[in-house]
């Protein structure tokens, strides 16, 4: 593992120190030893193949999820450690584009996008007004305003949802698979709009994916997540030059490599010849 | 306007409720006075009062005055004593006025039946707390056979 | 020999755990700081798809039950010549029994399944960890207003299916085989009692509402959240509301009339 000095990592937004987490009782593991740093106003991606439990990092980060051992602070707050009343008052700084979008399939867009500042502000319903047609105006949806989520398609239903995560101005958002299961054009427009909400709203932004290309283009900073631990991070440039073949592999889409395409399972033939069966 | 409607609805739906609730308690409940209404209480004691239950009813001519509210057992003998709450409307009964405990049908529940004395000017008017020492026991089956029985042996 | 004991002490353990958790969710749902103004809209539109859309099938349930106790009460009580006993026969039926626990089961399986299904795919589709993330509590703004409106709602179908029931009755043994008129209410009245019938059973739907609600809406929170975990958690939300409420009413009959 190589390590990367860079001054834009020393105003860290979000600290991951020494992260141990299991699902159910430890039966699981699917971090050891997890250290990250996201730096403030930049964007953050972390990939990993799949099944490596980036969502799961997300939701830790969120703290929906409680770590074993290790911390994990957010503005300097250890978001395990907070009472609920603390925790979801931080949640407000923060906000979550989740995988399937989330929106609320009981409302319409615009109640959607206004849910969080009826919720949260004590605004005056003609403020909020302004604001949800702002926020739709930034993703390209305020004629959609008035559709049910159900009559959105998948990409339209992440750009609103995109809308609903920046309605409270938070200062991180956290992309859950952005580009997963996108056409290549609201792939193209997600992209775009990420970049552009994190430069105009000064916003943090950690991207979990597995979309190489897409993020490469975006990302101010990368963390290659394998086998329970950061196996590489550095800029996309640095990272471009690795010569360390589990990055290799992973940026290159190599079938196999130091990840095995195979899931660890008996040889073939002893499976074949059931000699285990016999 | 369409949390107006919402809320329409429900208003409706509550009120159904109300109406079921209403038609049950009027129309498909006892409704007579007793459960509200001003009451006074009046005793009497039993020999034995065999199937009488609280909540009994008790009738003049078969129209439901009051209910028995209480039964205990008093005195060195343990006898039955009956608490009777009846309805304030009917609170001219003479002290001359009897109590028997009574069968509806022949498998049906027991009940008292209150028969009213004479007035003149000799008797007083029955009065909240007051005793009616003219009562006649339940019919008990076993006993009436034992009677017949034993009325039969001395023939 | 040991995997069994093994196997016995973790169907226990998750018993308990399940239990707890069912009662935990219970208590933050309800026993959260009130929100009167933003619960208000919340607990009516609950209301309106948990209690209002029942309305028609217990309206018919209980108007073809209480046609059929008419039929079957007269059937019977007039071999003894006591047709004139069908009134409180059936207006008792329904009080103490058919009217709540029948409303509780079509409860279950009409907005108990709905709950439950719903939810689950609240979950699936991360609507509730969204909710949770943007600092609002699933439990406040999703599974209280539901609890809520179930509550509120079965006593008041459960007296609307007794009403109808008995007017079903009515229509049977009076106006179709020739009971008394007067007399069919009249034997009604002196037999049913405020208290001990009426009030006893919106006593016993009351707690049906509270647990078949429950059950509904934690099987729903805690279920799998695929499409095969929600069908499961549906059916188990039919079958242990069912059970719960049969079992419960023994319980409630035997403390009530025993």
Not at chain 3, 63 to 70: D, P, Q, R, S
Not at chain 3, 247 to 254: E, I, K, N, R, Y
Request: aromatic share 8%; proline share 3%.
């Amino acid at each position: 593992m190589r390590q990367v000095e860079n001054s834009a990592l020393d105003d860290a937004l979000v600290v991951i120190d020494n992260l141990h987490f299991a699902h159910s009782f430890g039966a699981h593991q699917v971090y050891r030893n997890l250290s990250m740093r996201v730096p403030r106003g930049k964007i953050t991606a972390v990939m990993g193949p799949s099944g490596i439990g980036k969502t799961t990092l997300l939701r830790l980060i969120g703290a929906q999820l409680y770590p074993q051992q290790g911390s994990i602070e957010f503005a300097g707050h250890n978001v395990h450690q907070l009472n609920r009343r603390d925790l979801y008052e931080l949640r407000k700084r923060m906000s979550m584009l989740f995988q399937s979008g989330a929106l609320f399939t009981d409302m319409t867009v615009y109640d959607n996008i206004a849910f969080p500042l009826r919720e949260h502000s004590q605004l005056p319903e003609e403020i909020i007004d302004t604001i949800v047609k702002m926020k739709l105006e930034a993703v390209g949806l305020r004629g959609a305003r008035d559709l049910m989520p159900a009559e959105l398609s998948g990409g339209m239903a992440r750009r609103a949802a995109l809308a609903r995560a920046i309605a409270l101005d938070p200062e991180l958002i956290l992309y859950d698979e952005p580009f997963a299961g996108q056409d290549p054009i609201s792939m193209g427009v997600i992209v775009k709009l990420i970049k552009e909400l994190n430069a105009s709203l000064g916003l943090t932004s950690i991207v979990v994916t597995h979309d190489i290309a897409e993020v490469m283009t975006i990302a101010d900073y990368v963390y290659i997540l394998a086998d329970k631990q950061v196996v590489g991070h550095g800029t996309p440039a640095q990272l471009k030059q690795s010569d360390d073949p589990l990055i290799h592999q992973f940026l290159h889409g190599e079938a196999d490599g130091p990840v095995p395409f195979h899931y660890a399972a008996a040889s073939l033939e002893d499976d074949l010849l059931g000699s285990d069966h016999a | 306007m369409e949390s107006r409607n919402t809320q329409l609805a429900v208003g409706l739906f509550v009120i159904i409720g109300i109406l079921a609730l209403l038609f049950l308690g009027l129309k498909a409940a006892n409704t007579n006075v007793l459960t509200n209404g001003e009451t006074y209480k009046l005793f009497a004691k039993f020999d034995n009062i065999g199937g009488l239950k609280e909540r009994s009813p008790v009738k003049v001519g078969g129209v439901v005055v009051g209910r028995v509210s209480k039964i205990s057992l008093v005195g060195d003998y343990y006898e039955p004593l009956v608490e009777m709450t009846i309805s304030k409307e009917y609170n001219e009964f003479s002290d001359t006025t009897s109590v028997s405990i009574l069968t509806s049908g022949l498998l049906g529940e027991q009940y008292i039946g209150l028969n009213p004395g004479f007035i003149d000017d000799t008797v007083e008017m029955l009065e909240d707390g007051d005793y009616i020492y003219d009562t006649k026991s339940a019919l008990v089956l076993e006993d009436l056979i034992g009677q017949f029985l034993f009325g039969q042996g001395n023939d | 020999m040991l995997n069994r004991v093994a196997a016995l002490g973790k169907v226990t353990l998750d018993a308990i755990a399940g239990a707890g958790a069912a009662l935990f969710m219970l208590m933050r749902a309800l026993f959260g700081k009130p929100q009167l103004r933003k619960s208000w809209p919340l607990l009516m539109q609950q209301m309106y798809s948990v209690g209002v859309l029942s309305l028609l099938i217990i309206v018919v349930s209980g108007l073809f039950i209480g046609m059929v106790l008419g039929l079957q009460g007269y059937t019977i009580l007039v071999d003894f010549g006591a047709e004139q006993s069908l009134g409180p026969m059936v207006a008792l039926s329904l009080l103490r029994e058919l009217g709540p626990v029948v409303t509780a089961l079509l409860f279950a399986g009409r907005a108990g399944s709905a709950l439950t299904a719903e939810i689950g795919l609240m979950k699936a589709t991360e609507q509730l960890s969204s909710l949770e993330m943007m600092g609002v509590d699933p439990l406040r703004r999703v599974i209280s207003p539901r609890f809520w409106a179930g509550f509120y709602s079965m006593p008041i179908l459960a007296l609307v299916f007794s009403a109808v029931g008995i007017y079903g009755g009515y229509l049977v043994g009076v106006r179709w085989l020739g009971v008394d008129d007067g007399a069919f209410w009249s034997v009604m009245q002196s037999n049913v009692e405020w208290g001990q019938d009426i009030l006893n059973g919106v006593i016993k739907s009351l707690v049906f509402a509270f647990v078949v609600t429950w059950i509904a809406l934690h099987k729903g929170y805690q279920c799998t959240p695929t499409s095969v975990g929600i069908s499961r958690a549906t059916t188990s939300t039919v079958v242990t509301a069912s059970l719960a409420v049969l079992g419960l009413d023994f319980v409630l009959t035997a403390l009530m009339f025993g």
